[in-house]
């Protein structure tokens, strides 16, 4: 079983950055595909990001290419999103998981709020 605990959102200017973090438990965490995901209100749950086990591979949904990098750290077991040049529209809450998503990994997520 993985435990997976986001962290790392705030509130933000259009324009700003911010740095998600992603604590994962379990010693397996490193032959995992990773992804970040977001669910703005009133709409469902997207793909944001993936990172496959040793972070050389990666893909990005159209919306935050060339804005967002994800990377990762299997020593700490941990998931990193750098956000950059963010837009209203990146407003959500924001979830790690596998990718693809186990129903049973989805942490609390961690919101991300950008506004004037």
């Known amino acids: 079983q993985v435990q997976l605990v986001e962290s790392g959102g705030g509130v933000v200017q259009p324009g700003g950055s911010l740095r998600l973090s992603c604590a994962a438990s379990?010693?397996?965490?490193?032959?995992?595909?990773m992804g970040w995901f977001r669910q703005a209100p009133g709409k469902e749950r997207e793909f944001v990001a993936t990172i496959n086990w040793d972070g050389f591979i990666t893909s990005y949904a159209d919306s935050v290419k060339g804005r967002f990098t994800v990377s990762r750290d299997n020593a700490k077991n941990t998931v990193y999103l750098q956000m950059k040049s963010l837009k209203p529209d990146d407003t959500a809450v924001y979830y790690c998981?596998?990718?693809?998503?186990?129903?049973?990994?989805w942490g609390q997520g961690t919101q991300v709020t950008v506004s004037s």
């Open positions: 379990g010693s397996i965490f490193n032959i995992y595909t």
């Open positions: 998981n596998q990718h693809p998503p186990r129903d049973d990994y």
